[in-house]
T-cell receptor, first 112, second 116 residues
């Protein structure tokens, strides 16, 4: 899983609650990404950031928010507007023109 | 727009036999192509990539992939499968012509089951 850490490993969300997933990298990568993985499906892009203080919506951004105040950190908030948040969330980072993405170990979000 | 297809949900192979996991892609420019492997409840591990050059790319754990531009394919191969290769495999693509979105597009994944 390289130099990318995600916490917590498991997260439980109550109805109407916002929760934040942490992603930190020590690879000095410029770009960071958040993906959602549902059973039997591939990865879907939620948000990505190519540089500090800048980020773009991916394919399924509704109900999620992010910030990129530091190069090393890219936290994801799952808001109460996300009606079906149960999934495995993966953070990744990349750098350079060939842009191999390296992934963290993931956070599994469950709804109580 | 860029897209990638993995036509097989699952591939079964006996240990010691060669394995192939299929991937086809669609991009408007030249493709950057990647293979990743995922073990249960873990993140994705990078196996190999094609950017340019030799069509046969060698990667980690004895895996290789062949880029075929005319067939828009990038199939993953291994000469002799191991039980420990059993996992979920993802193909991903990025269009080199894209100057905006630099994110990869992933296929739906192929589960490889290697029987002892």
């Amino acid at each position: 899983d390289g130099g990318i850490t995600q916490s917590p490993k498991y997260l439980f969300r109550k109805e109407g609650q916002n929760v934040t997933l942490s992603c930190e990298q020590n690879l000095n990568h410029d770009a960071m990404y958040w993906y959602r993985q549902d059973p039997g499906q591939g990865l879907r892009l939620i948000y990505y950031s190519q540089i500090v203080n800048d980020f773009q919506k991916g394919d399924i951004a509704e109900g999620y928010s992010v910030s990129r105040e530091k190069k090393e950190s890219f936290p994801l908030t799952v808001t109460s507007a996300q009606k079906n948040p149960t999934a495995f969330y993966l953070c990744a980072s990349s750098s350079g023109i060939q842009e191999t993405q390296y992934f963290g170990p993931g956070t599994r979000l469950l709804v109580l | 727009a860029q897209s990638v297809a993995q036509p097989e949900d699952q591939v079964n192979v006996a240990e010691g036999n060669p394995l192939t996991v299929k991937c086809t892609y669609s991009v408007s420019g030249n493709p950057y192509l990647f293979w990743y492997v995922q073990y249960p409840n873990r993140g994705l591990q990078f196996l190999l990539k094609y950017i340019t050059g030799d069509n046969l790319v060698k990667g980690s754990y004895g895996f290789e992939a062949e880029f075929n531009k005319s067939q828009t394919s990038f199939h993953l191969k291994k000469p002799s499968a191991l039980v420990s290769d059993s996992a979920l495999y993802f193909c991903a693509v990025r269009d080199s012509a894209s100057t905006g979105r630099r994110a990869l597009t992933f296929g739906s994944g192929t589960r490889l089951q290697v029987q002892p």
